[in-house]
Structure formats: C-alpha cells, structure tokens
C-alpha cells in the first residue's frame, strides 16, 4: 500500500471512530446527561437506543440513496451533519433537541461507515481489501472502547460540556482531515437502486445476513451484561471491572488486525472456524467465569475474537454482494444493529428467568442460529465449484 493510500485510510479510521464515538460515548455520561435534562435515566437512554434503532433502519436505505455521488463530497455532508448536532448538543438545555439532533445524525450514520469499509476495499488490491477494512475497523472498536471512557472522565472533572465538546472536536478534525487530505472519489460505475436492491433476490445475501445478525447476537447479546456478570458471577469490584473492560476493548482493536489477516491468507476457513472458537470460549467463560484470573485470560480472548468477528461480519455480507459494495455495507451495518438489539433483549429474558451465569446461553443459541447459514452458504459455494471443476475437466 502506498503512502496515499495510507494517510486515505488513516483517515477513514479517524473518521468511524468521530462517528462511532458520537454514538457510543454517551454511555458513559448518561447519569449526568439526566441530571442535565432532568428525566430520569432510562429515559436518558433513548439518547443511545433510538440512535441505535435509526441505525438498523437506516442502514440498508441511506447508503443507497447516496450511492451515486462523489464519495468525498458525502464524507464531508455526513461529517458536518455530525458537527452541526454535536454542536447543538453542548449548549441545549432541552431534552426533545437533544433527541432530535441525535436522531438526524443517526440517520446519516451508515452512510459514512458504509463508504469507508467500500473506498478502504477500494484503495488496495483485491487480495488486501480485508486488511484495509480491518484498520477502518479499529476506528470502531476505538469510538466504542476509547470514547466512553474519556467522555466519563471529562464529565466528571471538568463538566458535562467539555465532554460533549470532545465529541465535536473529533468530528471536526474528521471533517478538514476530509477536506483538506482526500482526493475527489467521484464514482465511475453508477449503479441503479434497482440493480442495487436485486442483491436482495439472491438467497445466499439472506443466508449470510442471517448469519450476521447472529454472530452479533452472538458477542453482544453477552457483552452486553459483562459488567453486570463481573460483579454478580465474578464478583470483581468496581475498579476490577473497569480494567476488564479496558482490556476487551484493547484486545477488540488487537482482533481487528488479526482478523484481516486472516480473512486474507484464509477467508472461508477463517468464517467456518469463527462459530466453533467462540463457542469453545463461551463454555470456558460458563465454567470457570466465577474465578477471577481465568477470568482475566477469557476476557483477552474474547476480545479479540470479538474484533475478528467483526471483520468476519462485514467480509461475509460483502463478499455476498460483491456488484453492491455501498448497499451490502449498509447490509452489514444493519444487520449487527438488529443483532445487538435481538442479543441483549433475550440475554435479558435468560437473566431475569434463569440468572445471570445464564446469559451465556443467548451466546451459545446464537451460535448455533448463525452456523446454519454458514455451512449451508460454504456447502453450496463448495458444490459450485466442484461443478465447474468438473466442466473445465
């Protein structure tokens, strides 16, 4: 990869993490957001949930109405768009505004996303797509991992403001990294919705969209209880718990690397292995999640599995719809949206029915819904290629 195309992704890397960081960072300052607005914190958390579910609903349909305009030009609207409510963020007093300029943003959320996975693939060879994603991809485990973390820490030395403050100023050093860095990416092949949304006619799109909703189901429908796991299950203290989370957050950012690796030496072997790995490490954490130190090694592990697996999910969707780059990401991001959503409402029924060791289970049943679709996709590419094998022959 030349110097260009690496300054490109850098970029695109720091651009998902502004926009991810947007979305995520609230988690950790949702108490004082509350406060801030005076309502109560669940209803705080419609900041985080309803961006969430735009998310889902906007994934497949934004990136594909902005699909046949030059890609810089949508970075930069998508990015000021961010801005613009990140702005509005820090000086309402009003909790619907507040909503509202969260909403607007979401909606434009899979867009950029989208282009950075689809101009990342794009400025590398074939063969190197999947590591070229993968580094767009630390920007996602880094706006989920680093954002909360600073936004909590500014929020509560220095004040509410400067932690939204901080949002902003990352998306406005996206924004004139854009301008000022990325060449026009005008696109060459304008392809019509129509061609676009007849992906969505082929079985194997909805064999491996289903796969991801599960894998993602898979990760979060657990992750989404960790903290409260290491507390009732491990009973680890609050600082413990802390250092587990920064350590399945760095360990994602490691998976992400690890997994365009793979994805490039190996990808179908990679995709076939993932479901049996996670599992193996789903019945460790059953096993032994009550002891501390295993505690630690299975946290590390998980991690990084979960970071390859995300590289595991875009490549999967992609390589499904390879004629639709724009509209399968928007695929892939809607998907794991709709994943997330359907992992932490049943790992929640398994908690208030069975305990919170059981959450567990939502991983394992997961598991078993995704690798279905798997096999089944990798038999038939197995079939079809025997087949031609045999007509060459």
Known sequence: MDKP????????????FGIINTEMGVIGILPALAEHFDVSVSKAGLLVSLFALVIAGAGPTMPLLFSGINRKK???????????????????????????????????HPIYCSLAFTVAAASVSKEEAP???????????????????IASFLASS?????????????????FFATLLFVPSIPVKEKLSYGAQLSVLKKF???????????????????????????????NMSLDAITILLAVFGVANIIGNVVGGKLLTNNALRSVVVFPFALGAVYIVLFLFGHLSVPMMFITLIWGILAGVGGNINQYWIMSSAPEAPDFANGLFISSCNVGTTIGAAVGGLFISGMGTPYVIFVGFISIIAASVPIFLRNYMDSSKTNQL???EN
């Open 204 to 234: 194997i799109t909805w064999q491996s969209i289903i796969a991801v909703v599960f894998l993602n189901s898979a990760i979060f429908g657990v992750y989404s209880y960790f903290a409260e796991y290491l507390r009732t299950v491990t």
């Open 5 to 16: 195309n690496k300054l490109l992704i850098f970029i695109l890397t720091f651009g998902v």
């Open 158 to 174: 220095a004040s509410l403001q400067m932690a939204m403050t901080f949002f902003a100023v990352v998306n406005v050093i996206a």
């Open 389 to 391: 094998a045999s007509l």
């Open 74 to 108: 949508v970075m930069l609207l998508v990015l000021g768009i961010f801005v613009v409510g990140n702005i509005v963020s820090i000086f309402t007093t009003n909790f619907t505004i507040a909503l509202i300029v969260r909403v607007i943003p979401a909606l434009f």
């Open 131 to 149: 590591k070229a994603v993968s580094k767009v991809f630390i920007g996602v485990s880094a706006g989920m991992v680093i954002g909360v973390p």
